[in-house]
Each structure stands twice: as structure tokens, then as C-alpha cells.
């Protein structure tokens, strides 16, 4: 592909360049391998086709998700069996399956990003905690929708609060707050509710308006509310809101 040659940054859209920018914070050493290959270069258009650009329209969904998918397997692969190549890809590739299963249901691709965590979590230095947490909350969040074990409530919640106290992201925000949120559903413990209407209320509070995100964050912070006085006047317990805002 284009990309792979020369400077990434002047083939990319002005999205894509942001999200460029981005990935080269995050993974600064994986900039480039020894022999000039841009590997995250790789990654980055993985996203790119995922869905997390605002071009993501251009492609069918499925194609896209599967050439993302593959692509980063290659990058995996070429990168050997560690280094900041093999962590930038493996992040990255968790994202990705997480997106595939949010839009696809498909029960593969969500168990192939445990799978993925569990060597990000078994081989991640302490200054790549922070990312490694952040997919353990969004990863253990869906397995829960998905099997309905309340113990991936418990793991996602403990892997979101290490999160936002390392970061304090808005992605960790949304997913951590969802987390509780179901918990507070399966237990009722009110400490989970007053817990994700705080981190849903600043998520929200931080997110601009015009964002594609914020119809989903508010209309969960409003279900939030409704059924937190639905149940202090005794009604029934609440269900869930919907993660709106997608896989983040």
C-alpha cells in the first residue's frame, strides 16, 4: 500500500493524520522498524478501515473488518514474538476484533481479542499498563454481554478504575461507567450506580456536542438518572443502556 514508503503523515487525510499523530504518541517506538517499514503505519490504516474515521461509510463493513483484522495478524507476525512493533499491532488488533464483534455479533472475533489481552497483559511493561487496562475493561465489558458471567463485570471494572487512574481517557470514562452500570443491574449495589452517573455525567460533560458520540453518552446518562429514581420510588430494577457510542 501507499503508505508503507516515505512519510506517512502527508498520504493521510487530515482524520487519518490526527489519528497518525495519535498512534505515534502512544507507540513512539514503533515509529519505524530496522529496515524502514513504518509497521504502525500498518496499524494505523488498520483503523482507518475498522471504522474509527469519518471515511469508514466507504467501505462494507464485514470486507473492511476482515482486511483490518488480517493486516494486523501480518504485522503481528512479521514483528516476532515481542519489542513495541508486536504491542502496537496486538492494541491495535484488540480494537479492531472489539469493533467486529460490536457490529457483527460475531462470537469469534470478541473470544480472538481475549485472547490477544491475555499476551498484551502476560508481556505489557508497567508504562504500557494504562492501554492494556483500557482494552481490559472494553474487552471484559462485551465478554459479560456476550456470556453473561458477572465476573467479567468485576474484571472490567477493576481494569477501568486502574485505567482512569493512570489516564483519566474519555474512552476509559464510557466503558468503566458502562461497566458499573451493568454491575449495578446484576447486584444492585447502589455504590455502582452513584459511581457510573459521576464518570457518565463527566464524560459528557467533556465531549462536545457536535461529536458523534454524544447522543449515545447522553441518552445513557438519561437512562442513568430515570432508572436511579425509578428505584429510590421503588420501582423495578432498570435494564442496561445501550453502549451508544460503540466499542471505545
Given at each position: 500500500m501507499a503508505a508503507e514508503t516515505g512519510d506517512p503523515g502527508a498520504l493521510l487525510s487530515a482524520d487519518?493524520?490526527?489519528e497518525w499523530t495519535g498512534l505515534r504518541l502512544r507507540h513512539p517506538a514503533a515509529e519505524t522498524d530496522p529496515g524502514g517499514l513504518p509497521l504502525v503505519v500498518m496499524a494505523l490504516w488498520c483503523r482507518v478501515l475498522a471504522g474509527e474515521q469519518t471515511d469508514f461509510e466507504r467501505f462494507r463493513r464485514e470486507e473492511s473488518l476482515t482486511r483490518a483484522q488480517r493486516l494486523l495478524e501480518r504485522v503481528r507476525r512479521e514483528a516476532g514474538g515481542g519489542g513495541p512493533h508486536t504491542f502496537?499491532?496486538?492494541?491495535?488488533?484488540?480494537q479492531v476484533l472489539a469493533v467486529r464483534f460490536d457490529h457483527t455479533g460475531e462470537a469469534l472475533a470478541l473470544e480472538r481479542a481475549a485472547v490477544v489481552l491475555a499476551d498484551l497483559?502476560?508481556?505489557?511493561?508497567?508504562?504500557?499498563?494504562?492501554?492494556?487496562?483500557?482494552?481490559?475493561?472494553?474487552?471484559?465489558r462485551l465478554r459479560y454481554e456476550l456470556h453473561g458471567d458477572p465476573a467479567d463485570l468485576d474484571?472490567?471494572?477493576?481494569?477501568g478504575a486502574e485505567s482512569l487512574r493512570l489516564t483519566g481517557a474519555p474512552s476509559v470514562r464510557n466503558n468503566l461507567a458502562l461497566a458499573q452500570w451493568q454491575r449495578f443491574v446484576v447486584r444492585g449495589e447502589r455504590g455502582d450506580l452513584d459511581d457510573a452517573i459521576r464518570g457518565q455525567?463527566?464524560?459528557?460533560?467533556?465531549?462536545a456536542p457536535e461529536a458523534?458520540?454524544?447522543?449515545?453518552r447522553a441518552a445513557?446518562?438519561?437512562?442513568?438518572?430515570?432508572?436511579?429514581?425509578?428505584?429510590?420510588s421503588g420501582?423495578?430494577?432498570p435494564v442496561a443502556p445501550s453502549a451508544a457510542s460503540g466499542p471505545t
Amino acid at each position: 500500500m501507499a503508505a508503507e514508503t516515505g512519510d506517512p503523515g502527508a498520504l493521510l487525510s487530515a482524520d487519518a493524520r490526527m489519528e497518525w499523530t495519535g498512534l505515534r504518541l502512544r507507540h513512539p517506538a514503533a515509529e519505524t522498524d530496522p529496515g524502514g517499514l513504518p509497521l504502525v503505519v500498518m496499524a494505523l490504516w488498520c483503523r482507518v478501515l475498522a471504522g474509527e474515521q469519518t471515511d469508514f461509510e466507504r467501505f462494507r463493513r464485514e470486507e473492511s473488518l476482515t482486511r483490518a483484522q488480517r493486516l494486523l495478524e501480518r504485522v503481528r507476525r512479521e514483528a516476532g514474538g515481542g519489542g513495541p512493533h508486536t504491542f502496537a499491532a496486538s492494541v491495535e488488533l484488540v480494537q479492531v476484533l472489539a469493533v467486529r464483534f460490536d457490529h457483527t455479533g460475531e462470537a469469534l472475533a470478541l473470544e480472538r481479542a481475549a485472547v490477544v489481552l491475555a499476551d498484551l497483559e502476560r508481556g505489557s511493561s508497567p508504562p504500557e499498563r494504562a492501554a492494556v487496562t483500557e482494552l481490559g475493561c472494553l474487552v471484559h465489558r462485551l465478554r459479560y454481554e456476550l456470556h453473561g458471567d458477572p465476573a467479567d463485570l468485576d474484571r472490567a471494572v477493576d481494569a477501568g478504575a486502574e485505567s482512569l487512574r493512570l489516564t483519566g481517557a474519555p474512552s476509559v470514562r464510557n466503558n468503566l461507567a458502562l461497566a458499573q452500570w451493568q454491575r449495578f443491574v446484576v447486584r444492585g449495589e447502589r455504590g455502582d450506580l452513584d459511581d457510573a452517573i459521576r464518570g457518565q455525567s463527566e464524560l459528557l460533560a467533556a465531549t462536545a456536542p457536535e461529536a458523534s458520540a454524544w447522543p449515545g453518552r447522553a441518552a445513557n446518562l438519561a437512562a442513568m438518572l430515570h432508572r436511579a429514581r425509578r428505584r429510590r420510588s421503588g420501582g423495578p430494577l432498570p435494564v442496561a443502556p445501550s453502549a451508544a457510542s460503540g466499542p471505545t
